[in-house]
Nanobody, 120 residues
Framework: QVHVEESGGGLVQAGGSLRLSCAAT????????MGWHRQAPGKQRELVAT???????NYADSVKGRFTSSLDNVKNTLYLQMNRLKPEDTAVYYC??????????????WGQGTQVTVSS
C-alpha cells in the first residue's frame, strides 16, 4: 500500500517563505518522479514543480526563481522551498509520486493536500 502525505502548509504574509514536505511510504516500488501541483478555489489543478529520481527539475513559469524542489531518494521525501510568496500562490498543494510498479507500468499516487495561504 502506497501512502503519500504532505506537511508544512500554513498561513504566511506576502514575501514570506514556507517549506513543504511530502513523504511517499513504500517498500517495493521505485520512484520515477515526484511533483507538486496546486489548486486554487475555482481553478483547475496546475503543475508547480516536478523532479525525477535523477534530479531533473521542471517548474511552472509562475514559480521559477522563487520555488525550489528537492528529492531525498533514500527517504523518498520531496521538499518544496517556497520563497517570496505571493497572494496568488494561495492554494491547496498536492504531492504526487510516480512509481515504477513493474512490467514497464508507472502509477501515480496523490496525497490529500496541504493548504497554503498567503496574505497580502
Amino acid at each position: 500500500q502506497v501512502h503519500v502525505e504532505e506537511s508544512g502548509g500554513g498561513l504566511v504574509q506576502a514575501g514570506g517563505s514556507l517549506r513543504l514536505s511530502c513523504a511517499a511510504t513504500e517498500n517495493i516500488y521505485s520512484v520515477v518522479s515526484m511533483g507538486w501541483h496546486r489548486q486554487a478555489p475555482g481553478k483547475q489543478r496546475e503543475l508547480v514543480a516536478t523532479i525525477t529520481s535523477g534530479g531533473s527539475t521542471n517548474y511552472a513559469d509562475s514559480v521559477k526563481g522563487r520555488f525550489t524542489s528537492s528529492l531525498d531518494n533514500v527517504k523518498n521525501t520531496l521538499y518544496l522551498q517556497m520563497n517570496r510568496l505571493k497572494p496568488e500562490d494561495t492554494a491547496v498543494y498536492y504531492c504526487a509520486a510516480t512509481l515504477d510498479v513493474g512490467l514497464g507500468v508507472q502509477q501515480r499516487y496523490w496525497g490529500q493536500g496541504t493548504q497554503v495561504t498567503v496574505s497580502s
